[in-house]
C-alpha cells in the first residue's frame, strides 16, 4: 500500500481502500445478572470506556453528518452505515452500563463527566467536532485492533460477554476510514500543512483528555470496590502499561497519526474481521462428530 500525503490525499485515491461495512445487528447480555470483574482494575477500565461510549458515539455520528452534503457515492454510503453501526454500539453500550449499575456501580458522576466533555466539543466549531472525531476513532480503532489480535486480553474483565467487545472492535476496524475520509473530502481546498497541523494539534489534546478522563473514571469505579489512593493508581498503571499493556501496544499506532500522509488503512488489519467471522460461523455452525458406531440400519 502506498501511502497519501495530507496535500495529495482525497477519499476517492484507491491506493487505501476500506472493507465494505456490514451492520451486525446484535445484542449482548439481555436479562443476565453481571457479577463483578474477576479483576477489578481490567473491569473498571472496560466500564470506564464502556460510560464514555454512548454519548461518545452520539457525538461522532453528528460531527460525521454535518460534512456528509457533497461527498463522493462511495463515501456517502459509508457514513450510511457508519452511523448505523455506532447507534447499534451505543445501544449495546447503554445495555451494558445498565449492567454495570445493577452489580452494584454508580455510574453517575462519569456520565455527567462525559455528558459536561460531549458539550464541549459540541460547543467547538464544526470542522474542529470532526478532527475530534477523528483522533478518537483512531483511539478506538488502535484498542479494536488489540482486542481482535489478542481476545485473552478481554478475560479478566468480567461483568458481560466479550463478544460484545469483539463485535464492536469488528465494526470500529471496518469503519475506521470513515470519519477521516469525510475530513478529507471536507479539507480538500486546505494546504497539506494546515490539514496536518489542525489534526495533529487536536489528537495531542485529545489524547490528554482521553486518557485523563478514562483513568479518573476507572479510579473512581475502583475507589467503589474499595481500592483507594496509589494502589489504584499503580494498579491502574501498570495494567495499562506493562500487562496486559493496551497503552504500550498502541504506541507505534499512535504514533503514526502524526506522520504526514497519514490515513487509517495505512495499517490493513482486514484479516482480523475475517478471522472473527471465521470464528463465529464455526460458533453458530459446530462441526457433527462422527460416531463410531456400527453399520447404519434403516
Not at 109 to 127: F, M, Q
Not at 153 to 161: E, K, Y
Request: charged share 25%; net charge neutral.
Amino acid at each position: 500500500m502506498t501511502a497519501r500525503l495530507d496535500w495529495q490525499a482525497t477519499p476517492t485515491d484507491s491506493a487505501v481502500r476500506a472493507p465494505g461495512l456490514t451492520v451486525r445487528d446484535r445484542r449482548f447480555g439481555r436479562g443476565e445478572k453481571r457479577a463483578r470483574g474477576i479483576d477489578p482494575v481490567a473491569a473498571a477500565w472496560f466500564a470506564a470506556l464502556s460510560a464514555s461510549f454512548p454519548r461518545g458515539e452520539a457525538m461522532f455520528i453528528e460531527a460525521v453528518k454535518a460534512h456528509r452534503d457533497g461527498v463522493p457515492d462511495q463515501l456517502a454510503e459509508e457514513i450510511r452505515d457508519f452511523i448505523r453501526q455506532e447507534v447499534n454500539h451505543s445501544r449495546e453500550h447503554i445495555a451494558f452500563n445498565r449492567a454495570v449499575e445493577e452489580a452494584g456501580y454508580d455510574l453517575t458522576d462519569i456520565d455527567a463527566r462525559v455528558k459536561s466533555l460531549v458539550g464541549d466539543t459540541l460547543a467547538a466549531p464544526p470542522i474542529v467536532q470532526l478532527a475530534i472525531t477523528c483522533a478518537l476513532e483512531h483511539f478506538t480503532a488502535m484498542f479494536a485492533h488489540e482486542f481482535l489480535r489478542d481476545p485473552a486480553s478481554l478475560a479478566t474483565a468480567g461483568m458481560g460477554d466479550p463478544q460484545l467487545w469483539l463485535w464492536h472492535a469488528v465494526e470500529e476496524i471496518e469503519h475506521k476510514g470513515v470519519a477521516y475520509d469525510t475530513w478529507l473530502h471536507t479539507t480538500r481546498n486546505w494546504s497539506g500543512f494546515k490539514r496536518w497541523r489542525l489534526r495533529s494539534i487536536i489528537m495531542a489534546l485529545v489524547t490528554f483528555r482521553f486518557l485523563r478522563n478514562r483513568t479518573t473514571d476507572a479510579v473512581e469505579l475502583l475507589r467503589q470496590d474499595g481500592i483507594t489512593g496509589w494502589q489504584a493508581k499503580w494498579r491502574l498503571f501498570t495494567y495499562l502499561t506493562a500487562t496486559p499493556g493496551i497503552l504500550r501496544k498502541i504506541l507505534p499506532s499512535w504514533l503514526s497519526y502524526f506522520r504526514p500522509g497519514f490515513h487509517p488503512w495505512n495499517l490493513d488489519d482486514r484479516h482480523l474481521i475475517a478471522e472473527w467471522e471465521d470464528g463465529q460461523q464455526i460458533a453458530d455452525n459446530p462441526p457433527v462428530k462422527a460416531h463410531a458406531s456400527g453399520p447404519a440400519t434403516t
